[in-house]
């Protein structure tokens, strides 16, 4: 006797039942889950574990996180929309990459500059050392 399948919540999965993957065919689950997650439960448990975590860690989201965030947004956006270009190298040392904005001041989001990763964090490791040294 064959033994019947069942996903990771324990549903039955018969044929017309499964819901099968094809990106990832090790990834096949029962149509109640599926339809479970592509309603969002997944977003209400991860909400829970995200608000229990800060509770357990005593995170809280600080002004300089908010203006970093918006800082970032804004400029992926202008980008995503074409007001602004990426550029092909880095301002600094003029290395051909894909580079990233670096803004000295969060607060001015339109002012960055392109860098490439080296330069990006040699200039927040330089800011840190000026910062431990006053």
Not at 30 to 44: D, N
Not at 70 to 86: D, S
Request: glycine share 6%.
């Amino acid at each position: 006797m064959q033994r019947k399948p069942f996903c990771k919540n324990g549903h039955e999965m018969s044929e017309e039942n499964t819901y099968r993957c094809k990106a990832r065919p090790t990834r096949n689950q029962c149509r109640r889950c599926k339809i479970e997650w592509q309603r969002g439960k997944h977003l209400v448990e991860r909400r829970a574990w995200i608000k229990e975590w800060r509770k357990r860690t005593g995170y809280r989201w600080q002004e300089k996180d908010i203006a970093k965030r918006r800082a970032r947004g804004l400029v992926g956006t202008w980008v995503y929309r074409g007001k602004i270009v990426r550029p092909d190298h880095c301002h600094k040392c003029g290395l051909i990459c894909a580079p990233q904005a670096h803004h000295p001041d969060y607060s001015k989001p339109a002012e960055f500059a392109w860098l490439c990763v080296m330069c990006h964090a040699a200039e927040h490791h330089s800011r840190e050392a000026d910062q431990l040294m006053r």
